[in-house]
C-alpha cells in the first residue's frame, strides 16, 4: 500500500465555497431540452410538460445554476422564436446541430423550468449572427419589469414579474471556426465591450461573462483572453474557460490525472487576466466562469460522418459513463474548488442526455450516471471555505502531463457548524494509498459523520437503463479517526468524501 499525508490548517483559507461552482449547462442540442427536461406526454410529465423525474434528479445532483440557451445552438438562436402561443412558433435549422429546432421550449418555458428546479438561470446571448440591439431586447424581455413593449410582451406571456437574471453570457466559443459568426479576438473582443456597454446602461448589477478560448488547444489560447480583456476589462467581471477530457489512446494514467490540465488552464488564465490588469492600472480581478467542463469522448464524436439529415432532437454524444470518469469528474470538481478564489462560477455539460449526468428513455426511465455520484455528494457536502492543502504525496509518470501526485484532495471546512470535509481521488491503477490527515490546527474533537467512496473492480462498469445503479458511492470501509488524525484509505482509482464534525454537534 501507498501512503500521502496532507495537513489541515481551519486559518488557511482559500476562498469561501461558491454555490455557483455546482453550475450545469442545458442546451437546445440532441435529447437535453426535447424528452430531456420537457416530454409533454410522457407518464411523469407535469402540467407544462415537464418531466418530473428528471426535476427530481436535478434537484438530487444539487446543481445550482444552468446556463441556457446554448452552446453552439446560441450563435444562430434568434430568442424571439421562443416566446408566445407555442403552435405558432417557427421551426428553424439548428445549424451548429444540423438538426431543426421546433421552439416548443424558449426562455418562458426554461424559467419556469429553472424557478421548479430551484437553480438561477445563465443566459447567453448571441453575439455569433446578433449584436447588441437582440441582447438588449432579450435583457428588456427577460428583466425589465413592465411598461415597455418587450416586458409587457412577456407580461402578457404570462410572466407578470421579471425573471431578474443576473449572469450573462457574452456569446459562446467564438474563437472556434465552426461556431456560427466566428470572429477574431479584436472583433469579439469590440462586439462583447459594446454588448456590456449598453447591458450595463440597461442594468448596471448585471454579471458579464466575456467568451475565453474554447479549449487550451486552440492556437489562439492566451492571446485570445489577452485581446478580448484589453477591450472589456472595465464591463466584464468574467472570463470564460471550456475543457472536455478523455481517455486518448488507451493511456488511463494521463485521463485518471485530467485535473492536472485543469489546475494548469485555470492558472494560466488568471496570470493572463491579471497581467491585462496590470497593464491597464486596474484594481478590479477578473474572475473565471468554467463554463463547461466534462469528460466528453469528443474523438468519437470528430470521428462520425457529418449528419446530412435535419432530424428534431436526434441523439448526439449520449456518451455512457464508466468507473474512471466518474473519479476524474470527482477530481475535476476538486481542482474547481481549490481555484476558488478565482473560479466563482462554473458549469458541467451538459445535464441531460447530451455528455450529461442524467440519462433518460423517450416514455421510459431516467436515471444516474456514474458521473452524477462525485458531483452530487460534492455539492451536497462542500460547505464554507475551501482550505488550502499541503499534500506530500507519492508520484508517477504520465505521457500528457509529466510526473503527477498519486492522490489529490481538496478540503472544506464551515466554521459555523465545525464540520470538515475531505474529498480525495487516488489516480494509481494498482495500489491502495493510506491517506494521513493531520488535525491537530483544528481546535475541536473531530468525529467521523459520514464517508464515501466511488470504485470499482472493473473501471469500464456503467450504470445503463437495465442496471441503473450498478455503480454508486458506498460507504467507505477503512477510515478512522483518533487523536487528531485521519486516517483513510483510498483504493485504486478511487474517488472519496469525508466528513468529520465535532463531538455532540449535529447537522
Ligand atoms: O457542450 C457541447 C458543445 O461543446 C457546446 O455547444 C459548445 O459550446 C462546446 O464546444
Redesign the pocket.
Known amino acids: 500500500m501507498l501512503a500521502a499525508s496532507v495537513v489541515l490548517d481551519p486559518a488557511a483559507v482559500v476562498a469561501p465555497v461558491s454555490r455557483r461552482t455546482f453550475g450545469s ?1 442545458v ?1 437546445h ?1 440532441g435529447r437535453c431540452v426535447y424528452t430531456g427536461i420537457h416530454e409533454p406526454g410522457h407518464p411523469q410529465a407535469d402540467e407544462d410538460g415537464f418531466r418530473t423525474d428528471v426535476l427530481a434528479l436535478t434537484r438530487e445532483l444539487g446543481v445550482t445554476m444552468v446556463r441556457y440557451p ?5 450563435s444562430g438562436y434568434r430568442w424571439e422564436d421562443g416566446v408566445g402561443p407555442v403552435a405558432q412558433r417557427p421551426r428553424r435549422r439548428d445549424l ?2 444540423h438538426s431543426i429546432e421546433t421552439n416548443q421550449v424558449g426562455i418562458d418555458e426554461f424559467a419556469r423550468w429553472a424557478a421548479k428546479a430551484d437553480v438561477e438561470i445563465m443566459y447567453a446571448v448571441n453575439l455569433g449572427t446578433r449584436g447588441v440591439q437582440e441582447a438588449l431586447d432579450v435583457h428588456e424581455y427577460v428583466n425589465h419589469a413592465e411598461g415597455t413593449q418587450l416586458s409587457e410582451l412577456r407580461r402578457a406571456n404570462g410572466a407578470a414579474k421579471p425573471y431578474g437574471i443576473t449572469l450573462w453570457c457574452l456569446g ?2 467564438l474563437d ?1 471556426p ?2 456560427t459568426g466566428h470572429k477574431t479576438a479584436q472583433e469579439y473582443g469590440l462586439l462583447a465591450a459594446a454588448t456590456a456597454r449598453a447591458l450595463r446602461s440597461a442594468e448596471p448589477g448585471l454579471e458579464l461573462v466575456a467568451c475565453g478560448s ?2 487550451s488547444a486552440m492556437p489562439t489560447f492566451g492571446s485570445w483572453e489577452a485581446t478580448v480583456l484589453e477591450h472589456a476589462y472595465d464591463v466584464v467581471d468574467y472570463v470564460s474557460c ?1 475543457a ?1 477530457y478523455e481517455e486518448l489512446d488507451g493511456d488511463l494514467g494521463s485521463f485518471l490525472a485530467s485535473a492536472v490540465d485543469m489546475d494548469h488552464f485555470v492558472d494560466s488564465i488568471v496570470a493572463t487576466a491579471d497581467s491585462v490588469g496590470a497593464r491597464l492600472r486596474s484594481k478590479k480581478k477578473i474572475n473565471i466562469s468554467f463554463d ?1 467542463w ?1 469528460v ?1 469522448y469528443l474523438s468519437r464524436f470528430q470521428g462520425q460522418e457529418p449528419r446530412a439529415d435535419w432530424p428534431v432532437a436526434p441523439r448526439v ?1 449520449e456518451d455512457e459513463y464508466n468507473v474512471a470518469d466518474a473519479v476524474v469528474v470527482g477530481n475535476l470538481l476538486i481542482s474547481l474548488l481549490r481555484h476558488s478564489d478565482r473560479v466563482t462560477a462554473a458549469c458541467q ?2 445535464l441531460v442526455n ?2 450529461a449526468p442524467i440519462r433518460t428513455e423517450p416514455g421510459g426511465p431516467a436515471w444516474r450516471q456514474t458521473i452524477f455520484h462525485p458531483f452530487a455528494k460534492t455539492a451536497a457536502l462542500a460547505r464554507g471555505s475551501v482550505l488550502h492543502t499541503r499534500l506530500d504525496s507519492p508520484t508517477y509518470a504520465t505521457a500528457r502531463h509529466g510526473e503527477v501526485a498519486v492522490v489529490d484532495a481538496v478540503a472544506t471546512y464551515d466554521g459555523e457548524d465545525g464540520d470538515l470535509v475531505i474529498f480525495a481521488v487516488n489516480r494509481d491503477q494498482t495500489d491502495s494509498v493510506e491517506l494521513t490527515v493531520d488535525l491537530h490546527l483544528f481546535n475541536a474533537d473531530l468525529h467521523l459523520a459520514e464517508a464515501w467512496t466511488l470504485t470499482d473492480d472493473d473501471l469500464r462498469a456503467t450504470n445503463t437503463r437495465e442496471q441503473p445503479d450498478r455503480v454508486t458511492p458506498v460507504p467507505a470501509q477503512r477510515v478512522t479517526v483518533d487523536g487528531g488524525t485521519l486516517r483513510v484509505v483510498l483504493p485504486r482509482v478511487s474517488w472519496s468524501a469525508i466528513r468529520l464534525h465535532p463531538a455532540r454537534a449535529t447537522r
Open positions: 449547462f442546451e442540442m446554448g452552446g453552439n445552438f446560441v451548429a446541430w459562446n466559443e472556434g465552426w461556431q474554447s479549449s471550456h472536455y463547461e466534462n466528453w454524444i455539460a451538459q447530451v455528455i
